[in-house]
């Protein structure tokens, strides 16, 4: 992640700082910021930014923005960035997400105690 070499439990501490802001929403989305410590937010790569030289994040893939250690649960997307203060990240995901979520481990689960198979079963005429 970091440029330099940076003492491990400094950035530990900044990792620890980030600021999740409670969740908001419309019809379809549900919505939160993340804000980064500054500190930390000078430690990403430069290849994380917008080649432009306004200071500004690119829109990172989930494993970018985990990998500078901001951890949400599953389905937030990074979509938009804020100019005025770059090291607030803001994200969104679908309004049922979770709901989805459940359905599909609950669709996995009955897969499997079925033996692994999707049973289809032949119309009748």
Known sequence: MAQKEVDPA???EW???IHYSERYSDDEYEYR????PKPLFKMIPKTYFNPDDTGTLRLLAEHEWRGIGITQSLGWEHYEVHA???HVLLFRRLKNF???LRRQELLKQQQLAAGGKARLVPRRK
């Open 10 to 12: 400094k950035l530990e």
């Open 15 to 17: 990792i620890e700082k």
């Open 33 to 36: 910021h993340v804000i980064l």
């Open 84 to 86: 005025p203060e770059p």
């Open 98 to 100: 979770d709901e989805q």
